[in-house]
């Protein structure tokens, strides 16, 4: 589906972001750096403003910028389900 920024932007703040299990960002992979990132901007306002703007003046921006924002979708909904289908498995053992 052609979501809008805008629209992969709320979406994406909506989800519950799993930090890293590592406290040390230098042990952090690529994907946990920019996830991270990409959750800093997302809880700021004017990140995102930002964001839009440059979105808005570089137009192939936006391409990279939705590319990324659907990948943090991705992970984190399976991480999500992963952590749910776990906690599921604990709760139905210790019945």
């Not at 994406?12 to 994907?31: C, R």
């Not at 991270?36 to 930002?50: E, P, R, W």
């Not at 839009?52 to 990948?71: A, G």
Request: glycine content about 2%; proline content about 3%; charged content about 20%.
């Amino acid at each position: 589906m052609n979501y809008k920024l805008v629209d992969l932007i709320e979406y994406a703040k909506a989800i519950n972001y799993i930090e890293p299990s590592s406290q040390n960002s230098d042990e952090w992979s690529h994907d946990e750096l920019v996830f991270k990132s990409i959750k800093i901007a997302l809880d700021s306002d004017i990140q995102i403003k930002a964001g839009l703007h440059i979105c808005n003046e570089f137009p192939p921006l936006k391409i990279i910028y939705k590319s990324i924002l659907r990948q943090y979708i991705n992970y984190f909904t399976s991480l999500n389900l992963q952590q749910q289908q776990q906690d599921n498995n604990l709760l139905s053992s210790n019945i």
